[in-house]
């Protein structure tokens, strides 16, 4: 099949893209919106939604916009029946919304800032899944979960555990939901960028005031969150990801990476990894485990 016929398969279907008002979201909105997808683009940020939603129509896209918190499961579940009511399916989901979390040492970070991170990043991811793969799964035909977590689930980056406690459990639900949906013929993929020009290291602007904390001060950027910003500002285009998502989905990939030059992060993990199982299988306490066989669901 060349690639003009394998893109074709998304013609005409249905993708929600969460937090799809700016940045990665927006990129993915643009990149299968050039592929003849119909968008539902759902973010808690009204004013952007509105700006994007003119932006990928004037574009010859069809979209629907609307406001959505991914935290909020009822919320999930009006937007399914209004992207139904419009475009009659749902075939794709790309779980994008998320924030930065608050970063600095463990002792500093307080329970509300660590509460918005597992909302937002994992939780959201959770009720996007399960509020759509029923949907899915209903009509029968080809469907997609894209969850985006990042490098920063790959491996820890210090003082900034939030963030990477939850991009490692969206990549580990990721490969779950992969296992466990093939026989639906839903094809689970897993977004790990690295650094992308967006506004991630501003994510204060959509925290909800149940989460703010009385004694973090968020105006007090330590030097880790500062270089960071940096690295973000450095970063790749974002419309650079639309393109690569488009690409891998066609390839069937699983996981999808935006930045090969970082292989050798996963590869000095799994290094150490692999070095502390030689260890255990030299332990005098494990010698009646090594050779037995491996029970796996
Ligand atoms: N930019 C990077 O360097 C980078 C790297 C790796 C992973 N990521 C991930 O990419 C995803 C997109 O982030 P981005 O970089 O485009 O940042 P961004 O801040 O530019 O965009 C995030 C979008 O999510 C929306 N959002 C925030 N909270 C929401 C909520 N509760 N409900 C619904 N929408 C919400 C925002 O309004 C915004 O439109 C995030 O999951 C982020 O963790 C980003």
Known sequence: MTKENSASQFKGKTVVISGGAEGIGLSIAKALGEQQMNVVLADIDDKNLQKARTELESLGVPVLSVSLDVADELQWQSIAQQAVARFGKIHMVVNNAGVGGDSGPIESQEKEGWQWALDVNLMGVVYGAKVMVPLIKDHGEAGWIVNVASMAGMGGVPYSGAYNATKAAVVALSEAWAEELKAAGIHVAVLCPAFVQTRIYDS?????????????????ESSFSKKAREMVQNGIEPALVGKRVVEALIEGERYIFTHPNYRQVVQHRFARIDEAFVNASKSPLLQHLVDQKLDML
């Open 204 to 220: 204060e602007r959509n925290r909800p005031t149940r989460y703010k904390s009385k004694t973090l001060n968020p105006d007090e």
